[in-house]
């Protein structure tokens, strides 16, 4: 007898009102946070069905041995928590090995710990939310919840507890949310079994205490600390301000005195706290006042509207400043270094990828003339160059209506950056194609708004297009402005007469194209999206890698879900018309917009939503 037939035999072929009967849905999308396109299809669904805590205890008791997919008997039910809460099974996974189960707790602000003031506004509201996220985590860390048994095929398995890990960031998240007076926590759960049967006693425990010891300690617990909350919630309030403040005091960026910028490793983002180092201080002739409504009056270096560069030697912190910079579009939480450092919240950093996928981008400001007549003001192409990658990026951006752009020179294209006197001698204007930033830096800010922030270590011609030109020396700024303009003065470098820019055509999306995402798709982490292609044995790779501002993978689980939405529907308008649609919809329903009682979202900026669908590979127009 084969293996399959042994366990038909053993567990039933679809007995008792339908449990081990298969979904008819073929469709699933699966990641860590277990969500799948099949969680509605249950037979047994039993939606709005209420219930108590000890009931609940009693029906994982009364499973204990059981097949594994009776568990299923809990999707739909909600269970009343001594009426201080409730918990919801939002989707029960089928198989111990499948991705975890997910539950929704829902808890009355007035039966929390939480002051009024603490959730008086949208903007608190979300700061509320990611301080309970993060107690949340610690409660479950503490009590080691979070422990995933792994055994043999005899010993238990499952029984972890999880909440999404955020960033350093604060942003709105579905993980926790705070809305209609209301406090929604998402958890996922490994529900635990022995082969493939129920561990009842171990998941009553789990779901009757374990949440239940969580969900008080993180939200009605005593140990609430007022103090910690206020500056938790102003801070986030403050730095939403100063963001608000940089175009009324004409400034794109803003970075506080005292900032830690430094990390503590190249792939983590916590501070840096060793020896040495060395806080932000604003050159003089740079400092500026802003006012916070909390925190009242901060100084620090106000960096204009203009083209900016950075330079200095190798190792002091050129690009430890733009890095900074480049996440000033999020605030951060308290104890970070770089609360209250702001950015415009267009700003974006663009960086050279070969061998991305280009889809009628006009990249003619840049690149034109190519061999063959190759046409460039609907460029396609598959296997872009780090220089036509880069030009594809800045018009892709412009066409959304940013107006800021960070370049750092070590992860950029260098013949797409500058061509030097020499270098022109010998190849004449007629036979380079590539117009290179330098040539357009200055009229992308004149003429069009773009402003650019630049880190500059090799190529001085830069100093003759600059507006501002900081030094770093030894992790400390310095306005060395006045000195490189005489430099440039004295050297004057050749950038050539060109024809004015023209303003990126909008492009209108082909619904159609969207298709594969109808069907098996996941994430595994923030860089990328795996997608199914009728007739493709493989899954193909949505690779987000070099989108450096997203900085969470629920981020990605959003792009995702806005892609899937894509695929069902017609009609789509321009790209930039669908980004404004999509982030009004956000900011008035949540994240919710794109999919209810998805566990674990975080919200990215349009610019990111946007950069993805342009690197998608089966990307196609209808004009």
């Given at each position: 007898?084969?293996r399959?037939?042994?366990?038909?035999?053993?567990?039933?072929?679809?007995?008792?009102?339908?449990?081990?009967?298969?979904?008819n849905?073929?469709?699933?999308?699966?990641?860590?946070c277990?969500?799948?396109?099949?969680?509605?299809?249950?037979?047994?669904?039993?939606?709005?069905?209420?219930?108590?805590?000890?009931?609940?205890?009693?029906?994982?008791?009364?499973?204990?041995?059981?097949?594994?997919?009776?568990?299923?008997?809990?999707?739909g039910?909600t269970?009343?928590?001594?009426r201080?809460?409730?918990?919801?099974?939002?989707?029960?996974?089928?198989?111990?090995?499948?991705s975890?189960?997910?539950?929704?707790?829902?808890?009355?602000?007035?039966?929390?710990?939480?002051?009024?003031?603490?959730?008086?506004n949208?903007?608190?509201?979300?700061?509320?939310?990611?301080?309970?996220?993060r107690?949340t985590?610690?409660?479950?860390?503490?009590?080691?919840?979070d422990?995933?048994?792994?055994?043999?095929w005899h010993?238990?398995?499952?029984?972890e507890?999880?909440?999404?890990?955020?960033?350093?960031?604060?942003?709105?998240?579905?993980?926790?949310e705070?809305k209609e007076?209301?406090?929604?926590?998402?958890?996922?759960?490994?529900?635990?079994?022995?082969?493939?049967?129920i561990?009842?006693?171990?998941?009553?425990?789990?779901c009757?205490?374990?949440?239940?010891?969580?969900?008080?300690?993180?939200?009605?617990g005593?140990?609430?600390d007022?103090?910690?909350?206020?500056?938790?919630?102003e801070?986030?309030?403050?730095q939403?301000?100063?963001?608000?403040?940089?175009?009324?005091?004409q400034l794109?960026?803003?970075v506080?005195d005292?900032?830690?910028?430094?990390?503590?490793?190249?792939?983590?983002?916590?501070?840096?706290?060793?020896?040495?180092?060395?806080?932000f201080?604003?050159?003089?002739?740079?400092?500026v006042?802003?006012?916070?409504?909390?925190?009242?009056?901060?100084?620090?270096?106000?960096i204009?509207?203009?083209?900016?560069?950075?330079a200095?030697?190798?190792?002091?912190?050129?690009?430890?400043?733009?890095?900074a910079?480049?996440?000033?579009?999020y605030?951060?939480?308290?104890?970070?270094?770089r609360?209250?450092?702001?950015?415009?919240?267009?700003?974006?950093?663009?960086?050279?990828?070969?061998?991305?996928q280009i889809?009628?981008?006009?990249i003619?400001?840049?690149?034109?003339?190519?061999?063959?007549?190759?046409?460039?003001?609907?460029?396609?192409?598959?296997?872009a160059?780090?220089?036509?990658s880069?030009?594809a990026?800045?018009?892709?951006y412009?066409?959304?209506?940013?107006?800021?752009?960070?370049?750092?020179?070590?992860?950029?294209?260098t013949?797409?950056?500058?061509r030097?006197?020499?270098?022109?001698m010998l190849?004449?204007?007629?036979?380079?194609p590539i117009?290179p930033?330098?040539?357009r830096?200055?009229?992308?800010h004149?003429k069009?708004?773009?402003?650019?922030?630049?880190?500059?270590?090799?190529?001085?011609?830069?100093?003759?297009?600059?507006?501002?030109?900081?030094?770093?020396?030894?992790y400390?700024?310095v306005?060395v402005?006045?000195?490189?303009?005489?430099?440039?003065?004295?050297?004057?470098?050749?950038?050539?007469?060109?024809?004015?820019?023209?303003?990126?055509?909008?492009?209108?999306?082909?619904?159609?194209?969207?298709?594969?995402f109808?069907?098996?798709t996941?994430?595994?982490?923030?860089?990328?999206?795996?997608?199914?292609?009728?007739?493709?044995?493989n899954?193909?790779?949505?690779?987000?890698?070099?989108?450096?501002?997203?900085?969470?993978?629920?981020?990605?689980?959003?792009?995702?879900?806005?892609?899937?939405?894509?695929?069902?529907?017609?009609?789509v308008?321009?790209?930039?018309?669908?980004?404004?649609q999509?982030?009004?919809?956000?900011?008035?329903?949540g994240?919710?917009c794109?999919?209810?009682?998805?566990?674990?979202?975080?919200?990215p900026?349009?610019?990111?939503?946007?950069?993805?669908?342009?690197?998608?590979?089966?990307l196609?127009?209808s004009?």
């Amino acid at each position: 007898m084969g293996r399959g037939e042994y366990y038909k035999n053993r567990y039933g072929r679809g007995s008792r009102g339908g449990r081990g009967q298969r979904s008819n849905n073929s469709h699933h999308c699966r990641d860590e946070c277990g969500d799948d396109k099949d969680n509605h299809a249950h037979p047994n669904k039993r939606e709005n069905k209420f219930s108590n805590r000890q009931e609940l205890k009693n029906i994982l008791l009364d499973l204990d041995r059981k097949p594994y997919n009776f568990y299923k008997d809990l999707y739909g039910f909600t269970f009343d928590f001594e009426r201080i809460f409730s918990l919801k099974f939002d989707h029960v996974q089928g198989d111990p090995y499948a991705s975890p189960s997910r539950i929704c707790v829902t808890l009355p602000l007035q039966n929390s710990r939480f002051p009024d003031w603490s959730w008086s506004n949208s903007t608190r509201t979300v700061a509320l939310a990611d301080y309970i996220c993060r107690r949340t985590v610690g409660a479950i860390s503490d009590q080691k919840a979070d422990y995933k048994a792994r055994g043999s095929w005899h010993d238990g398995k499952g029984g972890e507890l999880r909440i999404e890990h955020p960033s350093q960031n604060i942003l709105l998240r579905t993980s926790v949310e705070v809305k209609e007076e209301n406090i929604l926590l998402r958890f996922c759960v490994g529900l635990p079994a022995k082969g493939r049967n129920i561990c009842g006693h171990w998941a009553a425990d789990i779901c009757t205490n374990t949440v239940h010891n969580i969900v008080i300690r993180a939200c009605c617990g005593e140990s609430t600390d007022k103090t910690e909350l206020q500056n938790w919630v102003e801070s986030y309030e403050d730095q939403e301000a100063l963001r608000k403040q940089l175009s009324a005091a004409q400034l794109i960026a803003f970075v506080p005195d005292g900032a830690i910028l430094p990390r503590s490793a190249g792939h983590l983002d916590t501070p840096h706290s060793g020896r040495g180092v060395v806080s932000f201080q604003s050159p003089p002739s740079l400092k500026v006042t802003l006012k916070c409504p909390n925190k009242g009056s901060i100084t620090g270096m106000g960096i204009k509207p203009g083209v900016t560069l950075i330079a200095g030697g190798g190792f002091h912190g050129k690009t430890t400043l733009l890095s900074a910079l480049k996440l000033g579009i999020y605030s951060k939480i308290p104890g970070d270094g770089r609360e209250y450092l702001v950015t415009t919240p267009s700003a974006t950093k663009i960086r050279a990828e070969d061998g991305r996928q280009i889809t009628g981008v006009d990249i003619s400001n840049f690149i034109n003339n190519l061999p063959q007549k190759k046409d460039t003001s609907k460029f396609y192409s598959c296997d872009a160059s780090g220089s036509t990658s880069q030009a594809a990026a800045i018009m892709e951006y412009l066409e959304l209506g940013g107006n800021c752009l960070m370049i750092d020179e070590d992860t950029a294209a260098t013949n797409f950056m500058i061509r030097d006197d020499k270098m022109q001698m010998l190849l004449s204007a007629d036979k380079e194609p590539i117009k290179p930033y330098l040539y357009r830096a200055r009229e992308l800010h004149d003429k069009m708004g773009v402003s650019s922030i630049l880190v500059v270590g090799g190529a001085g011609d830069y100093l003759d297009v600059a507006d501002t030109v900081l030094l770093l020396d030894n992790y400390t700024v310095v306005d060395v402005t006045s000195r490189a303009k005489e430099i440039a003065a004295s050297r004057p470098a050749h950038i050539p007469f060109l024809p004015p820019m023209v303003s990126p055509k909008p492009r209108t999306l082909d619904s159609a194209s969207f298709s594969p995402f109808s069907g098996k798709t996941k994430v595994s982490d923030k860089a990328g999206i795996s997608y199914t292609v009728r007739g493709e044995e493989n899954m193909s790779l949505l690779d987000l890698s070099a989108l450096e501002q997203i900085v969470e993978v629920g981020q990605t689980r959003f792009i995702n879900e806005v892609l899937q939405k894509l695929s069902s529907e017609r009609g789509v308008p321009t790209l930039r018309e669908l980004m404004e649609q999509l982030s009004g919809e956000i900011d008035k329903n949540g994240l919710g917009c794109v999919k209810d009682n998805s566990n674990w979202l975080s919200r990215p900026r349009m610019y990111e939503i946007a950069a993805a669908i342009n690197r998608y590979r089966h990307l196609a127009l209808s004009n």
